[in-house]
Nanobody
């Protein structure tokens, strides 16, 4: 299975910004759709964004207008730029294919938004 390593999380104040990175263990050129997911404490994992091979994007209502997903196939990397962060964005963020299929979930990267 393809493996993913997430990075870029951290502690930020409300209104701050972060750029998350997802490095894949192999080429993502032929992966039709890549997505970012998040799981807050006590909550189910939810998909926050996805991007197709052709560049089409989709965002959850909770992050629409504040988040941009992108992919760099040459670097086997997917990014999530997050702006205007709120405490409700606090979660562990994961990347994976959409659907995730049989791929292993990585350890994710922690995003904490707090003053």
């Amino acid at each position: 299975q393809v493996q993913f390593v997430e990075s870029g999380g951290g502690l930020v104040q409300p209104g701050g910004f972060l750029r998350l990175s997802c490095a894949a263990s192999r080429s993502i050129f032929n992966i039709a759709t890549m997505g970012w997911y998040r799981q807050a404490p006590g909550k189910q994992r939810e998909r926050v964004a996805y991007i197709t091979r052709g560049g089409n994007t989709n965002y959850a209502d909770s992050v629409k207008g504040r988040v941009t997903i992108s992919r760099d196939n040459a670097k086997n990397t997917v990014y999530l730029q997050m702006n205007s962060l709120t405490p409700e964005d606090t979660a562990v963020y994961y990347c994976n294919t959409v659907p995730d299929g049989s791929n292993w979930w990585g350890q994710g990267t922690q995003v904490t938004v707090s003053s």
